[in-house]
């Protein structure tokens, strides 16, 4: 990350308005999260999302990803391209990682990102098997 295009909130580092929202959402469900840490799927693959948190209640590490930008050719197909990496690996889209979407110059809807990630909790809720 590029120290001087980067957005300093809570002792984290973002590359975007829209990356701290979505941080924001996160903190009010409750939820710590860490942000552009290393992770390694199964496939030898590895990915830096933007946010990831764990979710007790489900037991599941959940990554949010913010792809700002997304009507630039080069930008969209980077952004594909981590959703097929995590795809590959066997996680799944709604559940195990939520991605936002957004052309330049839009701004995040908290609401929406709220509804997004509790989606994806409920869906990781379908897994737990209760004897």
């Known amino acids: 990350m590029e120290p001087d295009k ?25 939820y710590s999260y860490k942000t552009e840490v290393e992770i390694n799927l199964r496939n030898s693959n590895r990915l830096f999302p933007d946010n990831s948190f764990y979710v007790p209640e489900v ?7 913010v792809d700002g930008s997304i009507e630039s050719p080069s930008y969209v197909s980077k952004s594909y391209r981590s959703t097929a990496k995590m795809v590959i690996s066997g996680m ?17 809807d908290p609401v929406q990102i709220r509804h997004m990630i509790l989606s994806a909790i409920d869906a990781a809720a379908g897994d737990i098997i209760i004897n």
């Open 6 to 30: 980067t957005i300093e909130y809570n002792g984290h580092l973002f590359r975007s308005k829209n990356e701290v929202i979505a941080a924001q959402v996160v903190e009010s469900l409750g």
């Open 59 to 65: 037991d599941k590490v959940i990554v949010l990803e």
């Open 92 to 108: 799944v889209e709604g559940k195990d990682f939520v991605v936002i979407r957004l052309k330049d110059g839009y701004d995040i």
